[in-house]
């Protein structure tokens, strides 16, 4: 099937069908530009409230307002075995053979499927129906408190789908409004507080809107949405592959929104080649050596780690903002042993700052142990919150440098490197 997706240097609307059934959406005449809203946008509709933002909250940036986007979607030099698109088969190749559609008329069509997206498929109405459902089913508990519930059971005594009740019940589950009563997190009973507490309808729809959200908060949200003021330039594939991506960025900034960029850190000669650059760059460290790297970027190229470390040799001439990311898998890249070898690394790039993020088992991730031809369990290689954490604190007090931001969401954590820890990391707008 693979083959088929390119023909004649020409990407395939078969490869375009192998996406619709997902929330990407192929932008283009020639087809290698996508964007895809992520689970925080759509959580941050849910509230409109900061607190179900993604960890990019710490720079400024709003889910609800962020353009999740790619100018490069098949084209990757590396098949990542944490990767969670479909590498497999989504991957045409390790250098950009179409010809590059112009920037200006691909953030066009973007923006226009952006607000389809949010307008017809994250409508509002949804978010204004979970309001009253979370409400529904809290006073539904409040007064049958003896009994434990699930998805099923409350979807036919509040009579709405379980759908609906699976999207309240995970953000009540989340604001602990309610709590799991056994460990496979599928009955629920009402939070104890609450129901000695609370003693009627109207102090619950209170209760929400102090604690997690009001309806005009959503249809603030959703409104805001339609408009975006930033562009995640991280979707799928790599950026700096894309010929245009200079212009491309140019675009971005002319339409008064700021840029995040991910790469790989692989392409040093596109990386100084950069006439305009992003809000902030980031550049992954997948590993602390060159095995390390082999084992799990599988590079199509030759020299990658050389290659890796030339970009990173490059931060301290770039005008920009500079984070170095490492995504962390447990026991694989990761580990007490091997914190030295980071802090050595970091230092030598002296970027403004480094974040370790823990790698997420979820979509063509949860392949992983196939990549490796590994026999360890899947959930092996993820590392929980917990493990993170303790490595995170042994590398603040080890490299000296400061643990400014931590995200139990997103396993996420950013210490300040090149940068002074008492200031605002926020990006300042355009």
Same mark, same amino acid.
């Given at each position: ?374 026999? =360890?369990?899947?959930? @092996? %290689?993820?590392?929980?919150? /917990?493990?993170? #954490?303790?490595?995170?604190? !042994?590398?603040? *007090? ?9 995200? =139990?969401?997103?396993? @996420? %954590?950013?210490?300040?490197? /090149?940068?002074? #820890?008492?200031?605002?990391? !926020?990006?300042? *707008?355009?």
């Amino acid at each position: 099937m693979k083959n088929s997706f390119i023909v004649d240097n020409k990407i395939t609307n078969e490869f375009v069908e192998t996406y619709t059934k997902t929330t990407y959406r192929i932008v283009g005449e020639n087809k290698h530009s996508s964007i895809k809203p992520c689970y925080w946008l759509e959580q941050r509709l849910m509230t409109g409230r900061d607190n179900r933002n993604c960890y990019k909250g710490v720079f400024g940036i709003q889910s609800h307002r962020c353009l999740q986007n790619t100018p490069s979607l098949p084209f990757c030099n590396h098949q990542c075995v944490f990767c969670w698109r479909d590498i497999e088969t989504g991957s045409l190749g390790n250098e950009f053979i179409v010809e590059p559609d112009n920037p200006k008329l691909l953030i066009d069509e973007m923006l226009r499927h952006h607000r389809d997206i949010i307008e017809n498929h994250l409508p509002m109405r949804r978010y204004l129906d979970n309001y009253e459902i979370m409400i529904d089913i809290l006073y539904y508990m409040l007064l049958n408190s003896h009994q434990d519930y699930n998805i099923g059971s409350l979807a036919n005594k509040i009579h709405v789908s379980k759908n609906k009740i699976e999207r309240a019940i995970n953000l009540l589950k989340n604001q602990e409004f309610i709590q799991p009563t056994n460990h496979t997190l599928e009955n629920f009973k009402l939070d104890d507080d609450i129901k000695f507490c609370i003693g009627s309808r109207t102090e619950l729809e209170v209760l929400i809107n102090r604690s997690l959200t009001t309806p005009n908060e959503i249809m603030q949200a959703h409104s805001e949405a339609m408009i975006p003021n930033h562009a995640a330039v991280s979707l799928d594939g790599e950026p700096l592959l894309y010929p245009k991506i200079s212009e491309y960025v140019k675009e971005f900034r002319n339409r008064n929104m700021t840029t995040f960029i991910v790469t790989n850190g692989t392409l040093p000669e596109n990386i100084e080649k950069l006439e305009s650059l992003p809000s902030q760059l980031y550049i992954t460290l997948p590993a602390p050596n060159e095995q390390i790297y082999k084992k799990i970027c599988r590079p199509m190229i030759k020299n990658g780690w050389n290659k890796i470390m030339g970009s990173l040799d490059l931060v301290n001439s770039l005008y920009c903002r500079s984070v170095i990311r490492l995504t962390a898998i447990k026991d694989l890249n990761f580990n007490e042993n091997l914190i030295n070898d980071y802090i050595r690394i970091v230092e030598r790039a002296n970027p403004n700052f480094f974040e370790i993020k823990g790698f997420t088992l979820q979509a063509k991730a949860l392949l992983i142990k196939d990549r490796l031809k590994s026999e =360890k369990p899947v959930q @092996d %290689f993820f590392p929980e919150y /917990n493990y993170l #954490k303790n490595l995170a604190l !042994k590398f603040e *007090k080890i490299s000296g440098f400061p643990l400014i931001y931590k995200n =139990k969401a997103s396993r @996420d %954590f950013l210490f300040a490197i /090149n940068w002074d #820890k008492d200031k605002d990391p !926020k990006i300042d *707008k355009l």
